[in-house]
């Protein structure tokens, strides 16, 4: 009984100490003064546009890779061709690589001297300090997640259903549509999640590609330490409030969600 108890008031106060004690000082620093403060640093113009050109970049990266999860899962655990494990290990490049050499990486690309840089500027194509390379930045670095919760629920469902479904005549997609993707929907949910907060919170890799031009191609996470290195910590504070409280209403969305899905689903049977 001791034992047990030391080992969850353990793990409590671990997670106390490395998440909640962190996250609780910014969120009280943020309001020590009252709402005012908080509201006039967030709703100012940079704090508005760095706000919507993360959302955007967010709303655009999480469904592409979203659908590349789900069709690269699907290839890996049911098409096994020649060079799928090369794919399944390159999948995971990006969860091995700090962001800052994806950035240096996409530099070179796309830069002036890059490999891409002359016939872009040819034609007139901007992609580094612009929209798209913030867009290709977030999207590489988001890249593993709803693989990596599709695939092992894919292998573990199996394919009795789905060769069923084919034995009686069913279209490929209309068996995805039945069968593959009902089973897979929470994990596909789960990667979305992460999928989701890791491109609200991307750094390092979008610093080197953007620019950080206040009001042109500043994300929120730029905005925070530039508002910190300029002293405006009220200004900081709020913007990681910002990223936190949404990265919290995703999970709250989520957990509200499936109970009351399950709920419906054994009403249902």
């Not at 004690?21 to 309001?31: K, M, T």
């Not at 977030?138 to 593993?144: E, G, H, K, N």
């Not at 596909?188 to 191609?217: D, K, N, W």
Request: include cysteine; charged fraction near 15%.
């Amino acid at each position: 009984m001791t034992a047990r108890r030391l080992i969850r008031f353990g793990s409590l106060g671990y997670l106390a100490l490395i998440l909640v004690a962190p996250v609780g000082l910014i969120f009280w620093r943020a309001f020590e003064h009252g709402w005012h403060p908080f509201w006039v640093a967030i709703s100012n113009p940079d704090a508005v546009h760095a706000l919507k050109l993360t959302l955007e970049v967010t709303l655009v990266a999480v469904p592409l890779n979203t659908v590349f999860g789900v069709l690269c899962g699907l290839a890996i655990v049911r098409h096994r061709m020649p060079g799928m494990g090369l794919v399944n290990a390159l999948v995971d490049l990006p969860m091995a690589l700090s962001p800052v050499v994806v950035g240096l990486s996409l530099y070179l690309l796309y830069g002036r001297q890059g490999w891409f840089g002359p016939w872009l500027t040819d034609h007139g194509v901007r992609v580094l300090f612009a929209y798209p390379g913030i867009l290709l930045a977030t999207t590489f670095v988001s890249l593993p997640f709803v693989v990596r919760e599709v695939v092992p629920v894919l292998r573990e469902i199996g394919t009795e259903q789905e060769e069923a479904a084919a034995t009686l005549g069913a279209r490929a997609f209309t068996t995805f549509r039945r069968i593959t993707l009902p089973a897979i929907r929470w994990a596909v949910a789960y990667g979305v999640v992460l999928t989701t907060a890791r491109s609200l919170g991307e750094f390092g890799a979008v610093a080197i590609v953007s620019g950080g031009i206040a009001g042109r191609t500043q994300t929120l996470t730029q905005y925070v330490q530039a508002s910190y290195d300029n002293y405006s910590q009220t200004s900081a504070y709020a913007a990681a409030v910002l990223l936190a409280g949404l990265a919290i209403l995703t999970l709250l969305l989520m957990t509200k969600l499936r109970p009351r899905e399950e709920v419906h689903g054994n009403r249902g049977a």
